[in-house]
Structures are given as C-alpha cells and as structure tokens.
C-alpha cells in the first residue's frame, strides 16, 4: 500500500505541473486525458515488473527495505526461548535460517510476552475501512438522491434522435445545471434557462453528447469508487477536482473545434448566462455539471474564445512525458543484486570480522559488524552493539540475511576454521582447527565458527559448513551445578548405542530391535528416531508414519523387542535410513548412528567386529575407517532380480579380502556355510561380485561376512 502511495502521489503531482507547464500548447482532451494515467495507477493495486526507471529506486535504502523486507527488525536482539533452569555448558542448537525465521515469528505471535498489548499498526486497516465505508457511503447516498429526484421531477422533451444523438432528453424545474446522468442507461436532462432560446438549447445538446462521446459518465463512476477507497489522500481529492475541470474544458473544445470565433464566443456567452455560480453538491456526483466557479469559468471563456493549435512538439513531448511517467510510476523498484554480506551493511555499521568459505558453486559469508545502538538503548561498560549478516550465494533470496542484533562483551569475537583434516598426533577423530585470519583460501576450508558472548554469559557459536546451512549454537550457564564424571557417561552411552546397533535383526518383513535395558539407569532424556538421508543432501527426514507408539509418545520398555515394518521405509536405494538413539542432554557427545544400509532388503546395519587387539589410530584408524567404508557404500540389493551385489575397493591388496556365504537354518536357529554360491576365484580389488537371485533358493535368510585380513575385522550383512 505504502509503494502504491508514494508512486500514485507522485504521478499526480507530476501530471499537475505537465497540466500548468503546457496549458494552452496541447490539446484539452490530451490534458484531460493524462488524468487517465493517474486513474490506472490508483485502480491498479500492484506494481508491474521491477524497472530501474522506477520512481522506487531513488527511495533510501532504509525506506526500500521497509518496503520489501517486513519482517525485518531492527536495533533488538533476535529472540530466542530461554530456559532458566538450563545447566552449566547445555548448548542449545537454535537451527538454520528457516529455524530462526521461524522462532521470530513465534515470538511475534507473542510467545515471549503473552500479555496483551495493543499494537497501533493493528488498527490502520479497521480505521481505512471504516473511512471507506463513511465516504462511499456518502457518495452512493448523494447520487442515490440526486438520482430519485430527477426521476421524481423529469418530463420527457420530443427531440429528434439525429438532435439529441439518440439519448433521452428531459427537463427538471430545479436542476441547478444542466447534466448527463446515468451510468447504465445514460440521459440528458435540462433545466428551465435551457429552453430559452433554440441556439442555446443546441449548444447545451452539443455540450452534453460531446460527454457522452467521451464516456465521462463512466469515468465520473470511477471517479467517485477512487475517491471512497482513497478518501485519506487529499492529493486524490486534488486530482478529482482538477480531473473534473479539464473534462469541462476538454468538452468545451469539441463543440467548438469547427466553430469561427463569433460563435465561440456566442457559446461561452451561453456558458455564462446559463451556469454563472457553482451547485451545491456536485463535487460528491458522477454526473457531468456545466457549473463552475467564478475562477473556472473564465479560465473556461478564456480557453473558448483563444483555442489555439496545439503545437506538434509539445504534444510529442507530452506523449513521450505520459510513457516515462508510466515507467516511472507504475513499476516496481529494482532488486540490488547482492554479491556478498557486505552489501547488508547500513550507513553508521564497520566491519568487525569478515568469515568466508566455499568455492564457485556455492559460496557463504558471515559479516560480523559493529553498528550503533538502537535509540533509547544504553549499553553497559564493556559492551557493544554488534549486527551478524549471512549471505549464501546458492540461495535464491536472501530474506534471512541479519541473524543476530544486539550487545555483546567487547572483543569477544573468535573464529576458528578447520579443513578435517586428522591431527596425527591427536586423539583418535579429532579435528585440527586454526584461528581464521581472512587471508584463507575459502576453498580449503571445510567448516568455520564464529563465536560472541552476551552480556549475560551466554555464548553464541555461528557454524558454517560447505555442505550445510548456517547454524546457531547457544551455550548457557547456571551457577551451582553439580559435577560429573562426563567422559564415562559418554562411554557408558556408547556401549548402549553398540548393543542396540547389535540387536538390530531382520525377522520376515519387519526389522527388529531390542532396547538395551541399561537405559532404565540413565537419568538423562533420551529417544528413539528413525530418520532417512536422500542420497546428494544434507538433511535428514524423520521417519513418523507407520511406525510403533512408542516412536511418537516416547513411552518405550528397555530390554523389550520392537519391529518396525519394511513399509514404513522409503523404497529404493536413493538414501540412507538410520535408527538414532538420542540422549537429550546437551554435554554428552553425539552418539554414533546407526545405518540401515538398502533398507529395502537388508536387515542392516552393516556391522563390523574387531580383534581385541589394539585399536588403530591417528592415520591407521583413518586408512581402517576408510576401506570399511568404501565397501559397505558398494553394497546394493535388487528386489526384482534378488540380484546382491558389491565391489571391493580398488585401494585394497590382492588377497586382502576374503568372503563367506551362510544361510540361516530356522529349525535350529544356527547359520551353514554356503560358500559354493560364491565365484571360485578370490575377489581382486575393484571387482564388482554378483550373487544371482536365480542361484539362491527362495525364501532362504543369508549372511555375508567380508573379511579384511589387513585389520582383521569383518562386515557383515544379512539379505533374503
């Protein structure tokens, strides 16, 4: 609404200044028309596409961003739920952009402060309503009235159609002027003073169907629908009121384009004596009036008796006048193309720290800026206000761009980045990371945080990684917490996750696991999750339909069986399904998670068991991680064919796998060894083998056991 006022007034003002700067040297019905312009724009109520002609882009930024940005805040600290009862080091994933949109609005709706408060803004609508209703109001009822008492006093005059250009005449006693009026079944109607003499009866006819001709009874219509729904704009009642003198004067020219200039004048006599004084109420009708002020009366004379030709170059100019105003005014403002995170700074922000990592495909940027308080806001000794801009090349709007305003400690910025790559010397998966200095290759870098810490102590961690969104880690802290033994929890975590992976098994269609009964002793919250990974992305679906109670209300039973059927999981072996065992206590460590590798088939997870020799690290525990891995990604089953494939990796040594078929005997729940259906030759590194679905008797639950000899462990995956 607010684009559509500022374009509308503006083309009224410019139409008002052509209308004084070219009187006399361009036609009237082409001043007159130029109102139709202004006509368009205010019934249109959007603008057409964006144009860097548009009046739009020469507003300030901060106006166009209130414009197109409404959900934009400013000078206030993102909000963000806070739990006061939180422990010491809980950190508190806030989420993506699409989080934080999410807990704004949240916050808006009045999640934060449920009292009521009445919001002003809230009540512009109701009040433009209720001034429409009033105005419109008014206007229906006066043309309404004006409309019963010409029917009530009309008498039918006998003209000729070929004098009266096929409209019904009539004459009313008390009509102030005479008029057209109608605007489905239009007519002429006179008052007495018109019938005086026959040449001024014609020159009233030829005043009142030079109306017709030109639809002013339509365009007094629409008139009078702009000035109800514009009744708060008195430039609209401005352009009203000049838009009904020029359909005058407009008129006035088409009668007496052929006319010599005695019978001008005889016509702007008749004008004077007919219509001296204006008549009440006719600002408020759609029907024509050849009533005037003093004023515009003799600017009407004055045009009648010195019409002029109009000048080709003023009309060319005019012409050339109405189309750059219409590119002016009734376009949209042109989107600055956005570049990088710098382009979000405002007039009075400084660059603090500048973070940026990615390549040519897929670019981000995290500005930290220092910007002035808010008005009214005071910060404390040791403060300052700061402003964290997010940009992301591969997005298509960046409508999320500011992800955090408010105070924070001085210097408390630190950024860190990482390329994960495995410290030799480190504990076994942990990542090297190294003070981002800005002067880093973006390409080389894997994952970047930026770190602030509010006043209150709370840490805000900004994480960035190239093949996920931006996230927001909030750590707080609460004094008087109880200490604990954190690293043997995390074991202890972490062989329940192991026994749960272990006792994941394939029993007909459904997969069945067993809940570790040590999760009876765990105080911290925990669930179960069944998630899916579509291959190429980067988040993961939860799993909801079809799966036991227990996966919804959380009230599960350890060292109880559940299934979970087939069906519930996606078809095909487009991604990963993964059963998680969340421990909702945010100072653990993440749990590992647990595969159900082509789930379509397969029972998963592909599990492997070790020596218990000592377990490799540093570069040798990479080296073991990678050629497990390499192999288990290679597996695929085929419903249609029962066609079980799988490749050794290429990095392997001649000899260094070797496999083992077996086929589960139900009667005696034991596994006999079928190694007969396997190639004869030992499988060498890169070569695909195929177990045929044809090969291997129906109905019969085999397991694969592929064993490394370098490390001495084995995967296994079970099929049917």
Same mark, same amino acid.
């Given at each position: ?8 007034? @503006? ?18 019905? /082409? ?56 422990? %010491? ?6 989420? %993506? ?56 006093? #009309? ?18 006693? !008390? ?17 007495? $003073? $018109? ?46 009121? $000049? ?8 008129? !006035? ?5 052929? /006319? ?11 004008? +004077? ?16 009036? /050849? ?37 002016? %005014? ?28 990615? !390549?040519?495909? #897929? ?9 002035? $308080? ?11 206000? *700061? ?41 076994? &998966?942990? +990542? ?17 945080? +930026?770190?602030? @810490? ?21 750590? #707080?802290? *609460? ?50 999750? @069944? ?66 590798? !082509? ?18 690290? &540093? ?8 050629? /497990? ?49 396997? =190639? ?16 291997? =008797? ?18 296994? +995956?079970?099929?049917?």
């Amino acid at each position: 609404m607010l684009e559509l006022l500022i374009t509308s007034s @503006l083309l009224i003002l410019a139409v008002l200044a052509v209308r004084a700067l070219l009187a006399g040297r361009i036609s009237r019905r /082409m001043q007159y028309a130029l109102w139709g312009l202004v006509l368009l724009r205010l019934l249109l109520p959007f603008s057409l596409p964006q144009s860097r002609a548009s009046v739009l882009n020469a507003l300030p930024d901060t106006a166009q961003v209130s414009l197109t940005r409404p959900e934009e805040f400013s000078g206030e600290t993102l909000p963000v739920p806070v739990d006061t009862e939180t422990q %010491t080091g809980t950190a508190e994933i806030i989420g %993506t952009q699409a989080g934080l949109s999410e807990i704004t609005n949240n916050t808006a709706s009045g999640a934060q402060h449920p009292e009521w408060s009445l919001n002003p803004a809230a009540l512009l609508p109701v009040i433009w309503a209720a001034g429409a209703l009033l105005t419109g109001g008014a206007l229906v009822w006066a043309n309404l009235r004006f409309a019963l008492r010409l029917r009530r006093e #009309r008498c039918q005059l006998d003209l000729a159609p070929e004098v009266t250009g096929g409209l019904p005449v009539y004459l009313c006693h !008390d009509l102030a002027s005479p008029c057209l009026h109608g605007l489905l079944h239009p007519a002429i109607y006179l008052n007495p $003073a $018109a019938l005086e003499s026959r040449e001024r009866l014609d020159f009233v006819l030829a005043h009142e169907k030079a109306h017709h001709r030109h639809k002013d009874h339509i365009w007094g219509a629409l008139r009078c629908f702009v000035l109800a729904v514009y009744w708060f704009d008195p430039l609209v009642w401005w352009a009203a009121a $000049a838009s009904r003198r020029d359909c005058e004067l407009a008129c !006035d020219e088409a009668v007496t384009a052929s /006319m010599e200039e005695a019978r001008r004048r005889d016509y702007g006599r008749c004008l +004077v004596e007919l219509v001296p004084n204006r008549a009440r109420g006719t600002a408020l009708l759609a029907a024509t009036s /050849m009533s005037g002020t003093a004023r515009s009366m003799q600017q009407r004379l004055k045009a009648i008796v010195t019409a002029k030709k109009p000048r080709r170059a003023a009309i060319a100019l005019t012409a050339a006048g109405a189309v750059l105003l219409t590119a002016c %005014t009734f376009t949209g403002a042109s989107e600055e193309t956005v570049t990088g995170a710098r382009d979000f700074l405002a007039e009075g922000e400084t660059e603090w720290k500048l973070c940026t990592l990615g !390549d040519e495909s #897929r670019m981000q940027e995290l500005l930290v800026a220092r910007a002035p $308080a808010p008005e009214g806001e005071t910060l404390a000794q040791g403060q300052e206000y *700061v402003k964290v801009y997010y940009w992301d090349s591969a997005a298509e709007t960046q409508e999320n761009y500011l992800q955090f305003a408010g105070p924070v400690a001085n210097g408390s910025l630190e950024a860190t980045w990482s390329d994960e790559t495995l410290d030799p010397d480190a504990e076994s &998966g942990v +990542v090297r990371v190294q003070p981002y200095q800005g002067s880093e290759d973006p390409a080389g870098i894997r994952t970047l945080d +930026v770190v602030l @810490l509010e006043p209150d102590g709370t840490q805000l961690q900004f994480n960035l990684n190239r093949d996920a969104p931006l996230t927001l880690i909030k750590t #707080r802290k *609460v004094e008087n917490e109880e200490p604990f033994d954190s690293m043997q929890t995390d074991w202890e975590l972490m062989d329940l996750n192991t026994q749960l992976a272990n006792s994941i098994h394939q029993e007909g269609d459904s997969l069945h696991f067993t809940l570790p009964e040590g999760l009876k002793d765990r105080p911290e919250h925990w669930r179960l999750a @069944l998630s899916y990974l579509p291959a190429g992305e980067t988040r993961e679906i939860e799993i909801t339909e079809g799966l036991p109670e227990p996966f919804a209300s959380g009230e599960w039973e350890p060292g109880q069986e559940y299934a979970i059927p087939l069906d519930a999981l996606p078809t095909g072996n487009e991604g990963t399904a993964s059963l998680q065992l969340l421990i909702e206590k945010e100072d653990m460590l993440p749990l590992p998670i647990t595969s159900l590798a !082509d789930y379509q088939r397969l029972t998963g997870p592909l599990f492997s068991t070790r020596s218990e020799e000592e377990a490799p690290t &540093g570069d040798a525990l990479a080296e073991y991680q990678a050629a /497990m891995t390499a192999l288990s990604e290679t597996v695929r089953w085929d419903p249609d064919t029962r066609d079980f494939t799988f490749t050794i990796p290429e990095t392997a040594e001649p000899g260094e796998w070797t496999l083992e078929l077996s086929q589960r005997n139900p009667e005696r729940d034991s596994w006999v060894t079928r190694s007969a259906l396997l =190639p004869d030759a030992e499988p060498q590194p890169g070569e695909t083998v195929t177990l045929k679905g044809a090969d291997l =008797p129906e109905g019969g639950h085999y397991r694969l056991d592929a064993t490394n000899t370098l490390w001495n462990t084995t995967l296994s +995956v079970e099929f049917e």
